[in-house]
């Protein structure tokens, strides 16, 4: 039987697209929800192109016990965080130890923790010098950034790069990387 993926998203949604697109002709596992705490969030749009349910669910919602019992209703193999920027409350981690995942867009444990979230985190990589950044692909656990890593890819950067650029070469690396590393997750 497919198994079951809820994406959770804040944002633009570039990332749970490409995980929806990767699914909709697999066997593997179903994008069976996506939740988002931003009514505004692009995500939606790309979602119902995908005939996916989408849900908003405020910040209040996120942090009582009843999205607890909504998630674990839905009772999803693995859930995704796609660009979500709100805080996973300790009772879910709990109650799914090791299915809830992240992506970070940069190489962790540098560039993590609470704020570096999108353009902060190209920022500071290019306030660095860094000659390279990259994704981390991680399971969640009670502090930001910090749970076990599961994948990880570089890319290059130079002098001329600067966050925005930077923020384009993460992009390409997720999308190319984050829909085959949840597929790998879920054959486990
Ligand atoms: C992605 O680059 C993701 O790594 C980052 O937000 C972006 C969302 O893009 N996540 C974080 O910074 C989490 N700390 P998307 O909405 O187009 O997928």
């Known amino acids: 039987m497919a198994k079951k993926i809820i994406i959770l998203a804040s944002g633009n949604g570039s990332n749970a697209e490409e995980i929806m697109r990767y699914f909709k002709v697999s066997s593997v596992a179903d994008v069976s929800c996506v939740i988002s705490n931003k009514r505004e969030a692009g995500v939606f749009e790309r979602a119902k192109s995908f005939d996916v349910p989408c849900v908003w669910l405020n910040k209040s919602y996120f942090e009582s016990n009843e999205i607890v019992n909504y998630l674990n209703?839905?009772?999803?193999?693995?859930?995704?965080?796609?660009?979500?920027?709100?805080?996973?409350?300790?009772?879910?981690?709990?109650?799914f130890p090791n299915k809830i995942i992240n992506i970070h867009p940069a190489l962790l444990p540098k560039h993590g923790g609470?704020?570096?979230?999108?353009?902060?985190v190209h920022q500071?990589?290019?306030?660095?010098?860094?000659?390279?950044?990259?994704?981390?692909?991680?399971?969640v656990n009670e502090n930001y950034d910090e749970g076990g890593i599961i994948f990880q890819a570089q890319v290059g950067i130079d002098s001329n790069d600067d966050p925005d650029s930077i923020a384009q070469k993460i992009h390409k690396l997720e999308h190319k990387h984050f829909p085959e590393v949840i597929n790998q997750i879920l054959n486990k």
């Open 114 to 120: 609470k704020g570096m979230f999108g353009k902060h």
């Open 73 to 95: 209703d839905l009772k999803p193999d693995l859930i995704v965080l796609a660009g979500f920027l709100l805080k996973i409350p300790k009772k879910l981690i709990q109650l």
């Open 124 to 139: 500071a990589v290019k306030d660095s010098g860094d000659s390279h950044t990259g994704i981390t692909i991680h399971y």
